[in-house]
C-alpha cells in the first residue's frame, strides 16, 4: 500500500500509478526516505568534486554583428597582441605645462627609466619626451602619458608597473602619476566580482535564515529551506563546470546562480512546507499531509519551475553571447530546486515528522506553527471582491505611472562607470578620458585580406588620415596602425569624440563605418574591414538586442500562456497572468530609469549614473522576472482553483484562496526581496542594478499585483476565469465543476474567514 492515503472523492484514485507524477514521486521519496535524502546528498558531493576536478574553462565571448567578427580575427593566435597599459602624469598646480614645468617632465623621465628596467615585463615604451610622442601631450600641456606594452604574464607585469608608478607618486606629491589600461581595469573588475561574490554569500545565508526563523518560527523548519537552496547552489555552481567547454561563462553568472538559487530554493519549500504544516494543523495524519502537499504545492512548484525554465529558453534564440552562461546557469539551478522540492524535500519531511517543529524560538513559534490563514490578506481581499473595479483602479494607475518612464530608458554600456568613481583605476581612466578624449577606447579597424602591404592599401590609410581631419571633430589623431598576423591582418586604430559610450561617441562610429571607410579602404579590392572597439561593441550589441527582443519576447509570452492554459484548462487565467506580469515589470523598469539612469539615489546606493542602462539587463530581468512572478501567480491561483473544484462561488473561492495563501506568499517575497536587495550594496554596478530592479519588481508583484489586482481582476471576470472552449478540453488536468452543478454545493458566505 502506498504511503500516502487517499483524501476521499475528490482525491486522484486509489491506484498509486494513475496518480500525477508529483504526487507518486512524493509517495517513492517518503516511503524511501533516506533513500531520497542520502541519495540527493550525495548528488550534491559528486556536482561538486566532478566542478572541482573539471574546473570552469574560460571561453571567450563575443559581440554579435561587426564587432564580434573583428572580435574574433584579432583573438586568433598569430594575431593577438600584447596588451597595452598607460601611465598618466599630469599637474596639479594651474599654468603649469609640460614644457614649462621641469618636474613633470622629471617625473615622466622617471616612469620612462622605471619601466625599461622592469625586467621582462614592459616593451614598446612610448613617451613625450621624443619627437614622435609629441601625441602624448594634452591639449592643454598639463598631462602627459607614457604608454607600454606587457609582455610575460599579464597580471605580474601590471603588478610590477603600479609598484614603480606608485613609488614614482611618493616622490612627487605636486603631481598626479597613475597607472591605468585594460588589463588593470580587468584585474580590477575580476576583484570586485569575487569580494562582491564572497560578500553576497556571507550576507544572504544569514539574512534569508533570519527571515526564515521569523517565518515557521521553528530553528529545524527555517534551516530546511535554506539546506535545500544552499546545495541547489553548490551543485549548480559546480555543474557550470560541464557547459563553460562550450559556453562562454562569465564571471556574472556565478552571482546570478547564488542570487536566484537561494530565492526560487527558498521560495519553492517554503511553499511545500507551509502546506504540509498547514494539514497537520488541521488534523491530517502526517503522510496524508504530505500527499495534499505534494498534489496541491507540489504541483504548483513544477508549473513554476517549468515557466521559468521555459521563460529562459527563449533568451537561447538571441544568438547574443552574453546571455548562454547567464541562461544555462539559471536554468540548472532552477531546475534542481524544483527537484529538490518535489523529491528529497518529502523524505526528509517524513523523515523528521513532528521533530520538524523542534526548536521553536520564544513568542513567534507557537503562532506560526499553526499556520493560519492570514487575517490582513483575507481583510483586504474581502475588500477588494467587494469593489473590484474601483480597487483594480487604483492599484494600476500608479503601477502604470510608474511604467510610464521605462519608455524613455536608454541602452548604454556603462563603461568606466562599472565601478565607483572611488576605485583608483577608475579615476585614473576618467583623468585620461578627460585629458585625452576618444584616447582610452579607440575605434579598431579590423583589415585582413592579402597584400595589406600593397601602395594601395597605404594610400587608403593615408585618406582616411584625411578624412579624419575633415569629420568635424567625430575622428581624431593619432590614428595608428600596426601589420599583424603574418602580414594578414592591419589593425587600424582611430580615436572616436566622446567617453566611448555616449551619443557624440555612437556618431562618431556611423561617420566611420558608413562614410569614411567606405570612401577609403572600402575602394581597395581583395580586402575587408570589420570595426570594434567599445563604442562599436555597444552599438552593435543594442542592436542585436533589438532584432531578439520580439523573437524572446513572443517566446516566452506564448509558451507561458500555454503551459498556464494546460495547468489551469482556461483561456482567461493566462492572459489576465501575462497581463499582470508585465504591469509589475514595466513598473520595475521604471524605478531602474528614475534611479540609474537619472540619477536619483546615486549618492546613497554608491555609483555614478551614466546616462542609461546596461543593454542586456532589461531582456534578461524580463524572461526572468516572468518566469519567478509565476511562482507567486501560480501558488495563489491553485489555492482559488481548490476552492472552485470543491464547489465554492468565484467570488468567496478568490477570498479563501487569497487567506489562505497570500500570507505564505508575502513570507516568500520577503526573503527574496531580501536576497536580491544584498545585491544594491555591492560594487559592481549591473550588481545592483540587477538586484534593485528584482526587488521591487518581487515587491511589487506579491503586494499590489497579487493582493490587489489578482482578486479584483477575477472578480470582474466571476464565472469567465474558468472559460475553456469545447475543442480545448482534452488538455490534463483537474476538471472545475460547472456553475449548474455547484448550486447545489455547499457556499461559505463571502464574508467567513478562518481566523
Known sequence: MSPLHSLGPSSPPSDPHRRPLVERVAGWSAAHRKTAVFGWLLLVIVAVMAGQALGTKNVQSYDPGQAGRAERVLNEPSVRTPPSETVLIQAHAAGATFSSDPQLRQATGQVVTALRHLPGAAR????????????????????????????????????????????????????????????????????????????????????????????????????????????????????????????????????????????????????????????????????????????????????????????????????????????????????????????VLPGLLAWLGPLADRGRIPLIGRYRTAARPSRLWAALARRVVRRPAICAAAAAIPLLALAAPALGIHARDPGLHELPASVPVIHTLSAITRAFPGDPAPAQVVVTGPGLRRPRVTAAVTALHHAAATSGGALREPITTSLTGHGSVLIISVPLAGDGTNAASGRALVTLRDRVLPATLGKVRGISYDVAGTTAAGHDLAAALGRAEPIVVGFVLGLAFLLLMTSFRSLAIPATAIGLNLLSVGAAYGLMKLIFQDGHLARQLGFTPYGGIIPWMPLFMFVLLFGLSMDYHVFILSRIREQRNRGVATTSAITDGIASSAGVVSSAAVIMVAVFSIFATLSVIEFKMFGIGMAAAVLIDATIVRGILLPATMTLLGDRNWYLPRWLTWLPGPRPIPPADRQHSPQPELTHQSA
Open 124 to 343: 614598446d615604451i612610448r613617451s613625450p619626451l621624443n619627437l614622435a610622442g609629441r601625441s602624448l601631450l594634452s591639449a592643454d600641456g598639463r598631462s602627459a602619458l607614457v604608454t607600454f606594452t606587457l609582455a610575460g604574464g599579464a597580471t605580474q607585469a601590471v603588478t610590477a608597473a603600479q609598484r614603480v608608478v606608485a613609488a614614482i607618486q611618493a616622490r612627487h606629491p605636486g603631481l598626479t602619476v597613475a597607472e591605468a589600461g585594460d588589463t588593470s581595469l580587468s584585474q580590477e573588475v575580476t576583484a570586485s566580482v569575487s569580494r562582491d561574490f564572497r560578500r553576497a554569500e556571507l550576507t544572504s545565508v544569514p539574512v534569508t535564515l533570519i527571515l526564515l526563523l521569523v517565518v515557521f518560527g521553528s530553528l529545524i523548519a527555517a534551516g530546511i529551506p535554506l539546506l535545500l537552496a544552499a546545495t541547489a547552489v553548490a551543485s549548480a555552481i559546480s555543474l557550470l563546470a560541464i557547459p563553460s567547454r562550450w559556453l562562454p561563462i562569465s564571471s556574472t553568472t556565478s552571482s546570478v546562480v547564488l542570487l536566484v538559487g537561494m530565492a526560487v530554493g527558498v521560495d519553492y519549500s517554503l511553499f511545500y512546507l507551509r502546506r504540509e504544516r498547514e494539514e497537520r494543523a488541521a488534523g491530517r495524519p502526517l503522510r496524508e499531509a504530505l500527499r495534499i502537499a505534494s498534489a496541491t504545492s507540489g504541483r504548483a512548484i513544477v508549473t513554476s519551475g517549468l515557466t521559468v525554465m521555459i521563460s529562459l529558453t527563449g533568451l537561447l534564440l538571441s544568438g547574443i553571447d552574453v546571455f548562454y552562461g547567464l541562461t544555462i546557469g539559471t536554468i540548472l539551478v532552477v531546475g534542481l530546486a524544483v527537484t529538490g522540492s518535489v523529491t
